[in-house]
């Protein structure tokens, strides 16, 4: 395993080249990969309490990324959403180092918060091992089941 670099950002200090590739990540996955029509691109993008972190592999390449939102926004609790590995560096333990800095930046930024997730039904058990809890029954999110779940702070 690589070692990762990881990087929170506001929207405003994203570079053009930066806010590219994350924007191709996203859009690879959940539009083409996962093959849903849907607008990827929402104003909690740009919402100034919005933190974005990224990971980069050693070459400097984007690997994973996760949007957090602030409470309030989506959901009472912080939101962690947009959640991606690119396809080739998945089952390598990236999901789990991505999430585990997820949880640490949100304990910084919003300290005490619970997190509140709308999570793919077939990863419950992976967030689970991250203290996360189902709350909601199954329901279909553009097509794909899923369930909210929630972490205590």
């Known amino acids: ?9 506001k929207f405003q200090q994203f570079s053009v080249d930066e806010l590219f590739e994350v924007l191709k990540l996203r859009v690879g996955v959940f539009v083409v990969e996962q093959q849903c029509a849907y ?42 959403g947009r959640f991606v590995v690119k396809a080739e560096w998945r089952k390598q333990g990236v999901a789990h180092q991505l ?4 949880l640490k930046k949100i304990s910084r930024c919003w300290p005490k918060a ?12 992976f967030y689970e091992r991250h203290g996360f809890l189902r709350v909601s029954e199954v329901y279909l ?13």
């Open 1 to 9: 395993m690589s070692k990762i670099e990881w990087e929170i950002k």
């Open 39 to 80: 607008l990827e691109l929402d104003e909690c993008d740009r919402h100034p309490e919005t933190r974005h972190l990224s990971g980069r592999n050693e070459g400097g390449q984007l690997i994973a990324y996760a949007r957090l939102l602030p409470p309030g926004l989506r959901y009472p609790e912080v939101n962690i």
């Open 99 to 102: 999430l585990q800095e997820a």
């Open 114 to 125: 619970p997190t509140r997730i709308s999570a793919q039904d077939y990863l419950q058990a």
């Open 141 to 153: 999110e553009d097509g794909i089941p899923h369930v909210e779940m929630l972490k205590e702070s």
